[in-house]
């Protein structure tokens, strides 16, 4: 098989979850076929200002061909024009496809070589449903292709332009059944085969930390602390976290500390005990996790979530958001962590968890066991290579 991955950005810079998927099965699927990814020259996800250079590289041993991005995002009148139409009774599919256009990224070249090259590929892998590499290319070789659409339940996902894009592939790969549920019950496409897949989570124990030249020292936060791993940003449910955080700290006799790692998107107050070194490297990150007490995901907005996996890979119980179904459903599943739907519930749960390293250490663990069953490499990815190699057999 010769498959092409199409996503909107890609490299061992980018940070996102839906990209990371991308590069893990890519990655691994390379193992069985000839793997290209298809993408454009954007690290930044915000902007898409062309960043690499355009033309083929290769990043751990795939084939990644880069094109250029027509023109940069303006974000200020993007969240004005999308604030508008989002709440607008009245928008019309016209508005839809505005924001779409704006929502980006697009890239003429990109989408021309999808449509020339379109018998060069057996399958096209299209990796996220809501950016216009997706929208645009899923529609020019709908017959060869797959769909990962890492969806969830935010206001642009019910916009009427995204109907065909969950009717018109050969094949759809959920993340989780929460979401091939949500997916199906909005969009009526049950007659699109699919499967539920996620992505493969390493066990802690085979995750090597590498020398100090490339990892860097050991970074310490004062303990206990509550840890965010991810960008720090708004849509995240970050400010909400930041300021739940600050109002238990006024309220509760408590020497705890927040950490988040990843890039801030938005400011983040200056307090003595709120940290936020920005990135880290992969060792760093698993010993920050196991020392952490808890791992919080305040997003409402998840189609998996890689950061309660490898929180739970690390022994760590976890802190969600109740609002989202996604997190709610891995919890439930799992008896590996908490959830909250306000203050009260969040702080009533940072209490329980501080006063009982019993209950603590007894989640931690059914979420390893939860990852270890469902997360395994091996399981995961055959997962994939069996869905892909059916949708193609059903090709020829």
């Not at 705890?256 to 200056?270: C, E, F, N, T, V």
């Not at 760590?316 to 739907?341: A, D, F, I």
């Amino acid at each position: 098989m010769r498959l092409a991955f199409v996503v909107q950005r890609y490299g061992l810079e980018v940070t996102g979850g839906a990209e990371f998927l991308c590069r893990w099965v890519a990655e691994r699927m390379q193992k069985y076929s000839e793997v290209e990814v298809l993408t454009t020259c954007a690290l930044d996800y915000l902007s898409w200002q062309n960043h690499f250079p355009k033309g083929e590289t290769t990043v751990n041993g795939v084939v990644v061909r880069r094109f250029s991005v027509d023109s940069p995002r303006d974000m200020k009148r993007f969240n004005v024009f999308a604030q508008k139409i989002i709440a607008s009774p009245q928008r019309t599919l016209y508005d839809e496809l505005t924001w779409l256009k704006m929502q980006g990224p697009v890239s003429s070249a990109l989408l021309t070589y999808i449509k020339e090259h379109e018998a060069s590929y057996d399958l096209f892998i299209f990796v996220t449903y809501s950016y216009a590499t997706t929208f645009l290319g899923l529609q020019l070789v709908s017959r060869k292709s797959i769909l990962i659409p890492a969806a969830h339940d935010e206001p642009h996902f019910h916009f009427t332009a995204f109907q065909p894009i969950f009717h018109l592939p050969r094949g759809i790969i959920y993340n989780t059944s929460e979401e091939q549920r949500f997916v199906q019950e909005r969009w009526k496409n049950t007659q699109i085969p699919s499967c539920v897949a996620g992505v493969g989570i390493e066990d802690a124990d085979q995750s090597v930390p590498g020398n100090e030249a490339e990892d860097g020292e050991r970074l310490s936060f004062p303990e206990p602390y509550l840890l965010y791993i991810g960008r720090i940003d708004i849509m995240k449910g970050c400010q909400e976290l930041i300021a739940y955080f600050l109002r238990y700290q006024q309220e509760y006799t408590s020497d705890l500390h927040l950490a988040l790692i990843g890039k801030p998107a938005m400011d983040i107050p200056d307090h003595p005990r709120i940290h936020a070194p920005g990135f880290v490297s992969e060792s760093q990150k698993t010993d920050i996790l196991r020392r952490a007490g808890v791992v919080v995901n305040p997003s409402e907005y998840e189609s998996l979530s890689l950061m309660i996996l490898e929180a739970w890979r690390a022994e760590t119980p976890v802190l969600v958001n109740g609002r989202s179904e996604v997190l709610v459903g891995h919890c439930l599943t799992s008896n590996g962590g908490l959830y909250y739907s306000n203050y009260e519930e969040f702080a009533l749960c940072v209490e329980l968890l501080r006063a009982q390293p019993d209950l603590r250490q007894a989640l931690g663990r059914a979420g390893q066991r939860y990852v270890a069953e469902r997360y395994g490499f091996d399981a995961v990815e055959k997962t994939y290579l069996d869905f892909i190699t059916r949708i193609v057999q059903d090709l020829n």
